[in-house]
């Protein structure tokens, strides 16, 4: 439809114009004030035109960056979907040991003594949980824990406390976090979306809910906290940066939640 200042512009432009010539030609006065409105009124219209048009412009402008932008994020989508389909095909040839998901709960998968994920699988947790937080863009978290005292106990006394610990991390944990056993004494938390002051305050609350719990006068955690992408970009780093936190724990006295430092 046509815009009616362009009518407006056009109509004021050729009045002013025919005013203009005939006001020269009778040597009238005020046929030269008709030329001069209507010379202001096409000019006026001349500058809202403009307007509209840079407006025009910068919505088209807008509306072409939009579509750029869901370009570039269906285009990470994509390759996302078939990076997820490459690992499936390659769980698929390679059999559950080494490239199956951890979460499926079969019974191998599992510490007869913690009630946790097997030791064999937190590397492997690990490292498909940073690669997820990578491709969202999202923090993920590795809390190490180790019985405080208790490295000359004799077994039976520390087969007790580790399912007293793998209880208490069960019963504390969010069902999006994964734990797993390490060592003879140590247990690992992988804490999904988790940034530091959250991984800090799951650590907390597991160390709570130990020193609340009967044998809570006997028995406690220190524990190292550290943090995708603040302490480490990859997976080996992270559990590392984790590693040395808990050694700052064990060096501060027991029953103490550290920090990584930030890199």
Known sequence: MQDPRLFVAVSAGIAALTAGVVGVAADSAVLGVVAGTAGVLAATAGVALGARARQSEDRLAQAEEEIRRVKRELASINAALAEETNRRAAETELGPMEAKPVREKSEHAFDAETGLYDERYFAVLVQQQVAAARRSLRPVSVVVFEIDGMTNSDRETQVQALGVVGEVL??????????????????????????????VWAAERVRGSLLSSPVGDSLTLSAGVACYPSHALGATELVQQASRALDEARARGRDRVELAPET
Do not use: N
Not at 172 to 196: F, H, K, N, P, Q
């Open 170 to 199: 069960r019963r504390t944990l969010r069902e999006s976090d994964s734990a797993c056993r390490l060592g003879d004494l140590m247990v690992g938390a992988i804490l999904e979306d988790t940034a530091e002051a959250g991984a």
